[in-house]
């Protein structure tokens, strides 16, 4: 029964996909369509997770040591990752800001007293922009229901203390960049995460988009 066990326990395991259903399954506001659909998840994941159970068993005697420093290497790895989410979550920046920027980049307009930047949300990413110190920034955030899923529905700017929930339609977020430099912000769960970099005048910075 010990495999059995810890499969039903792996169900309280924190992962991303799990934490999804779970916030669908709650939305549903009935108990009836909530456990219908965490039943589903869990039969979608019974092949995978018996495959790997028979592999496991089929293998471990014969390459122990192989599988062992495979799986070191792979806590690692998840372990690393974790350690960026937290980062992220935690405003520090793990990445530098280039003078090429992507394609759907949002650059503020600054137009007298305030700047303007406009950017349109995509499913898996979001997309840097650029602003200039000590302006107040509106920043106008275009959300489709095709590309607004339950992973980048609500954004977190941990610097700016600023949580804000996405819905179909323009979004607005508020806020005046004193310092130079990056900020982070991501996703409600850390795993989609960008930045928004502030300049000193954004008329002076040459930007090539890739």
Known sequence: YGSFLIGMLSGLMPCGPLQIVELYALGTGSALFGALSMF???MGTVPLLFTL??????LLKKYTHSILKISAILVIFLGLV????????SGIV???FENTVAADTGISHVAG??????????SERYPTIVVQQGIPVRWIIKADSKNLNGCNQAITIPKLKIVKKLRVGENLIEFTPHKIGDII???WMGMIKSQITVVVDIAKVKFKRK
């Open 185 to 187: 912000y991501t996703c």
């Open 113 to 122: 007293n305030i700047q303007t930047v406009v950017t349109s949300i995509k």
């Open 94 to 96: 793990t990445f530098g």
């Open 82 to 89: 974790m350690i960026g989410r937290g980062l992220a979550l």
């Open 40 to 42: 589903c998840f869990a």
């Open 53 to 58: 159970g028979t592999l496991h068993s089929t």
